[in-house]
């Protein structure tokens, strides 16, 4: 089988992905596209991922959500029904049995959404994904304010009276990511722990307006959050996209390493 092959899937066969790697024992790494990144990812991140792992003798897909790269808009398919579509082809052509899925952002939340619908989702790969904020995130904020020098304090109120006033400021993040409530976002993480998914959860300092505190992830899924099948990894050095090569050969080297960890634990 060659190395990398591009698959056609979904509604009309117009869904485009890339499988890399020859089948394998353990999950297959799903990588859909994140936000308005095509499928290599940001900086190349999972065509670079994918050949990591191919080395490592473990197979991925990374693939184009409808409205992205080669893929146009679908009605009635989003990047959850695209992944299901994934998952069904993957298995039927491919022989796939178990799939781990997720990405940066938005890829991590299609992860999430679609690991707590269908079983055959036995990983997900939550790069600043899903968390609330609470007293360990306030509580990390203000130390943050309070090392500000006073320029920063005056750039921050008059950012603040623009935001007001509605004439300019950051756009609310919000606006781009669909969670459930907190107490349905508990109840599913325990759920999904409970089913023996394993989940990888890495918060960068460029999520700061979600994550500032490692033990904000307690907070947020309670006792679940603390089992062994659960690994998260607080890296305030690193921007939301891993510009820096430095910071991208860290993840990918531990996204490469807990995958081959769900490869041995598929063996034995």
């Known amino acids: 089988m060659a190395v990398n092959a591009i698959i056609r899937f979904g509604p009309e066969q117009r869904l485009t992905g890339v499988l890399t790697g020859a089948p394998a024992e353990g999950p297959i790494l799903l990588l859909p596209s994140a936000g308005l990144q095509p499928r290599a990812g940001p900086f190349r991140l999972h065509a670079e991922l994918g ?16 409205g992205v790269g080669e893929t146009p808009r679908l009605n009635g398919c989003d990047a959850q029904q695209a992944t299901l579509a994934a998952i069904e082809h993957l298995e039927a052509t491919q022989g796939c049995r178990s799939f781990a899925v997720g990405g940066i952002c938005s890829a991590a939340d299609t992860g999430w959404d679609v690991a707590n619908l269908d079983a055959r989702v036995t990983a997900v790969l939550l790069l600043d994904g899903l968390c609330y904020t609470g007293p360990w995130y306030h509580y990390a904020r203000m130390l943050d304010r309070l090392r500000r020098l006073p320029r920063h304090w ?30 349905k976002a508990r109840s599913q993480f325990a759920q999904l722990v409970q089913r023996d998914v394993r989940l990888l ?68």
């Open 51 to 66: 050949e990591r792992l191919r080395a490592r003798g473990i197979r991925s897909f990374r693939y184009d959500v409808p």
């Open 201 to 268: 959860c890495i918060f960068s300092g460029g999520y700061a307006e979600r994550f500032m505190h490692p033990r904000q992830f307690t907070w947020s899924f309670g006792p679940p959050a603390r089992d062994p099948r659960v690994t998260m990894h607080f890296w305030p050095d690193c921007d939301h996209t891993y510009f820096g090569r430095a910071h991208r050969e860290r993840l990918m080297t531990t996204v490469e390493d807990w995958m081959v960890g769900l490869a041995a634990g598929a063996r034995s």
């Open 154 to 183: 005056q750039r921050m109120l008059r950012s603040a009276r623009r935001r007001m006033r509605g004439t300019g400021g950051s756009l609310d993040a919000d606006a781009f990511r669909t969670w459930p409530s907190h107490a």
